[in-house]
């Protein structure tokens, strides 16, 4: 064994004098847990790491049992030589006590004939055995198989009923609890935003902005959810067919159609989001965040929040929360005087509260996304 292999009774978990039954059972065991084929819906690494257990795991098992079958072996051709020559002794110190009488010879007859009997049982014994571990193992596989083709099945069926409702475009309109088209004498300001969500898919939605006593933004929705398109070429085709929703009837809207119309949807860096970079991000020491990220991310978060009347998040993000005083740091820590003292503070503090509320947040704000393609 190199220096570098783990000694076999250890990573198999039996004992030294294990017999060849109890090696196997633990080995099947060990397949139930680490098998490639249960990892296959499971990340990368987790599917390498099983990979590369099962390779371990089928190295130590070939060779405990091939040691085992030897010690049979060897142990079986012992005891057989041994009886050989015990039956010899046996037989020569009767021929001396009886001149080689008959009862000698006959005794000796039983006692190797009750040896061979024994031998042929033990071997009965482990043949059934090995059938029987036969026999559970292609039961288990039939039922890992058969597990795996429910899973996969299931997995399917979700897919095609994610694909059928995302083709089922709903009629958007502008949502927000304070969203009274009569009252909105200026016009908004509307513009394609890009969202990136915690698992990497992009999407493409507006977003309205009310410039009056009071900033508010709007976003269209439906049924309380927040729509995102798989592609800006589908967002623009669903907004030049004005029958198919609800968000022509505002100020500007006229003169923003007429700008996407002439240059098509475009998004620059100021109007990109991205949760899966927020949540990334906050697995490091709080020193190396980006202001810029969180407070972008944080006023969004803010805005799709009040629009959607999503109180978990406002709670989350409400004046005196971990996620507000981290974002008040941030945005005065670039400054030459004050920036120095908010840089102090987050040196010094404890992220723990700010990143379980993040990732609290990312995932309350995606439960209301509805994918459109």
Known sequence: MSPNEQDPYVLLGVSRDASLAQIRQRYLILVQVWHPDKHQSSPENVREEATRQMQQINRAYKLLTDVRERETRERQAEEQQRAKRQTDERERAGRQRTGGGQRAHDWAAQQREAREQEARERAADERRAREHA?????????????????????????IREREAREHQHPRARWTHPRYEPAHLPEPLTIEPITISLSDGAEGHTLSARSEGQESVVFFPGADGELLLFRAKET???????????????????????????????????????????ILYSIRRPVT????????????????????????EALDLLRAGSAIDTLDDLMRVADRPLAGWGA???????????ATAAWRRVVRTVEKRIRWLR
């Open 134 to 158: 036969a026999r559970e193992a292609r039961a288990q596989a039939a039922r890992e198989r058969e597990v795996r083709e429910r899973a996969e099945a299931e997995r399917l069926a979700r």
């Open 235 to 277: 967002l623009h085709r669903y907004l030049t067919e004005t029958s198919s929703h609800e968000l022509a009837g505002v100020p500007g809207w006229d003169e923003f159609m007429n700008s996407i119309l002439k240059a098509g949807i475009s998004v620059d860096d100021d109007r990109s989001y991205d949760f899966g970079l």
């Open 288 to 311: 190396d965040w980006v202001p810029r990220l969180f407070i972008t991310n944080r006023d969004l978060m803010v805005d799709i929040a009040e629009a959607f009347g999503i109180a």
């Open 343 to 353: 840089r102090r503070r987050l040196d010094a503090m404890n992220s723990g509260p």
